[in-house]
């Protein structure tokens, strides 16, 4: 019986496994553009607890969206925010 519900199992991964694969294969990575996301991700490498220190006021409201249960405007919130110290003349790397 085990055996019979582990093909079962199996069969039914593999089935949806197949059906999925396209449209994952359809997005293309080369198409999207991650500079803004790697500098922000170098900046935070290099100077993240200045960064923090130094926009607190603007990770408090994003912290205050997210209590409040306003996932997206908190998240959008914390990407202006890591966006704009990144590119502050303060984190030169």
Do not use: R
């Not at 197949?18 to 994952?24: E, N, S």
């Not at 969206?65 to 890591?82: P, R, Y």
């Amino acid at each position: 019986m085990e055996l019979v519900m582990g093909g079962l199992f199996g069969f039914a991964t593999y089935q949806a496994i197949m059906q999925a694969l396209p449209t994952c294969e359809a997005v293309d990575p080369k198409t999207h553009d991650w500079t803004t996301f790697n500098q922000v991700g170098k900046a935070l490498k290099t100077n993240g607890k200045s960064m923090l220190l130094e926009n607190a006021v603007a990770l408090e409201q994003v912290v205050e969206s997210t209590v409040a249960g306003e996932i997206m405007t908190a998240g959008f919130q914390l990407g202006n925010t890591l966006k704009a110290a990144s590119k502050s003349e303060t984190f030169l790397y």
